[in-house]
C-alpha cells in the first residue's frame, strides 16, 4: 500500500491550493481518509476526514481552524482524495499528510485521531506568506 501526497507549494495569505492523496493498493473510498498537518515545533494535528459507512454513506469531519475554507472530496475513479484549501494563512504553513484507515470509522473511531489511521504519505509542503 502507497500513499501520495501532493500539490503543496508556496502561497500568498488569502490564496488558495488543492492537495492530492494518490492511493495504490488500497481503495481510499473503503473506510476512511484523513488529513493532517505538522507544523514547525508542534505536533501534529487533525485537519479533516471522509468517511464511508456500511451502507457508503460519506461523512465528513473538519477541524475548527479551518472549518468553511477547506473542503475534503474525493474522486472514485483516479482512487484520489482531494483537499481543497481556501483563504489560506500564515497559520496553515505545515507538512500536510494524508492518511487511510484499515478498518471502518464510526462513533468509535472517528478519524480524528492519527491512531486511527494505518497508513500514511509522504507528506507535502504548505507555506503561506504574509
Known amino acids: 500500500v502507497q500513499l501520495q501526497a501532493y500539490g503543496g507549494g508556496l502561497v500568498q495569505a488569502g490564496g488558495s491550493l488543492r492537495l492530492s492523496c494518490a492511493a495504490s493498493g488500497l481503495t481510499l473510498s473503503r473506510y476512511g481518509v484523513g488529513w493532517f498537518r505538522q507544523a514547525p515545533g508542534k505536533e501534529r494535528e487533525f485537519v479533516a476526514v471522509m468517511r464511508w459507512s456500511w451502507s457508503d454513506v460519506v461523512s465528513t469531519t473538519y477541524a475548527d481552524s479551518v472549518k468553511g475554507r477547506f473542503t475534503i472530496s474525493k474522486d472514485n475513479a483516479k482512487n484520489t482524495v482531494y483537499l481543497q484549501m481556501n483563504s489560506l494563512a500564515p497559520g496553515d504553513t505545515a507538512i500536510y499528510y494524508c492518511?487511510?484507515?484499515?478498518?471502518?470509522?464510526?462513533?468509535?473511531?472517528?478519524?480524528?485521531?492519527?491512531?486511527?489511521?494505518?497508513?500514511w504519505g509522504q507528506g507535502t509542503q504548505v507555506t503561506v506568506s504574509s
Open positions: 492518511a487511510a484507515a484499515a478498518a471502518r470509522l464510526g462513533p468509535a473511531r472517528t478519524g480524528e485521531s492519527e491512531y486511527d489511521y494505518a497508513y
